[in-house]
């Protein structure tokens, strides 16, 4: 694994149908024999995956020709099953932008592959590209770091890093949400689709949908996600995105959330600034945060 400033394990994705299939999907950027994406799946035994029973679905594209700024920048990766049992992924446009409009490269995009790693007939660019690029689901995007699907509805709500505005955008079949020639819309172009919230620029990072049967009503089914840069944890109305209220501050360095089968609430910190590849080790928490019962309200 190539590990070097946002390169890493960066999504991992269990099976729906776990354990009857004993499978864990995972994005990572592979080394050798040059720096790409590699989206994976193991056989997992208890809490180990099995040796040797790694499984590569798709390699990427070699990072070395893409440019940008900072090349190993921008990499996305999460990882996540859809309603319709297809596993999407979000790779970004390793800060060279240019990638996100072609369609000869994964680069700045959603993905939709069956689980088996095959591509699926019925992606929108199927016909307009060839091999692996049939993958590509959705384009236009800049870092689409984190992204998860309404349980109520199956859409998808993607938190793509901005240059000058962070933005959640609804997962479309075929959209082009226009970066690098659009940020936050309304965009003048019908052809590109604006984002439902944006924000001035910091860094989005994780969100999830808050279940109905653990929380108080006011927040069942509302939007949660977090910022890496502010350390809060904000929530909308996915049906009203246009405004969010603040759920929680003070968080240090966040870079996902998710809620637990119990109702909990999950937020994985950083604790720690990257500058220059270097930070201090050992510095990540897991946080939970739990609703009180209704009678201790």
């Known amino acids: 694994v190539d590990s070097t400033w946002e390169r890493g394990l960066i999504g991992v994705a269990v099976a729906p149908e776990f354990p009857r ?25 208890g809490d180990r995956a099995v040796p040797g029973s790694e499984q590569i679905l798709l390699a ?12 190993a920048g921008h990499q996305g990766g999460a990882l996540h099953f859809g309603a319709d049992g297809k596993l999407y992924a979000g790779i970004g446009e390793q800060t060279a932008e240019a990638p ?48 998860a699907v309404r349980p109520a509805t199956g859409e998808l709500f993607i938190n793509d890093v901005g240059g000058k505005y962070e933005e959640i955008n609804r997962g479309a079949a075929g959209a082009n949400y226009g970066w690098p020639a659009v940020e936050h819309g309304p965009a003048a172009d019908p052809h590109v689709r604006g984002p439902i919230h944006f924000y001035p620029q910091a860094s989005i990072a994780g969100g999830d949908f808050c279940p109905a049967d653990s929380w ?19 929530t909308l109305d996915p049906d009203r995105p246009q405004e969010a209220s603040t759920f929680a501050t003070g968080f240090a360095r966040p870079v996902d959330l998710r809620f637990g089968r119990q109702g909990t609430l999950y937020v994985l910190l950083r604790n720690a600034w990257v500058i220059d590849d270097k930070f201090q080790p050992g510095t990540g928490a897991l946080v939970e945060i739990r609703s009180l019962p209704a009678a201790a309200r």
């Open 60 to 71: 990427g594209d070699d990072q070395r020709t893409l440019g940008g700024k900072v090349p």
């Open 21 to 45: 299939m004993p499978y864990v999907y995972v994005c990572y950027v592979a080394r050798e024999p040059y720096p790409h994406h590699r989206i994976s799946r193991f056989t997992v035994q």
């Open 216 to 234: 108080p009503a006011e927040l069942a089914g509302r939007y949660f996600f977090a910022d890496f840069v502010h350390g809060w944890i904000k």
């Open 100 to 147: 996100a409009q072609r369609l000869d490269t994964l680069q700045g995009k959603l993905l939709r592959l069956n689980p088996d790693g095959s591509i699926p007939t019925d992606n929108p660019f199927v016909q307009a590209t060839q091999g692996k690029y049939r993958a590509i689901w959705a384009l236009g995007l800049r870092n689409p770091f984190t992204f």
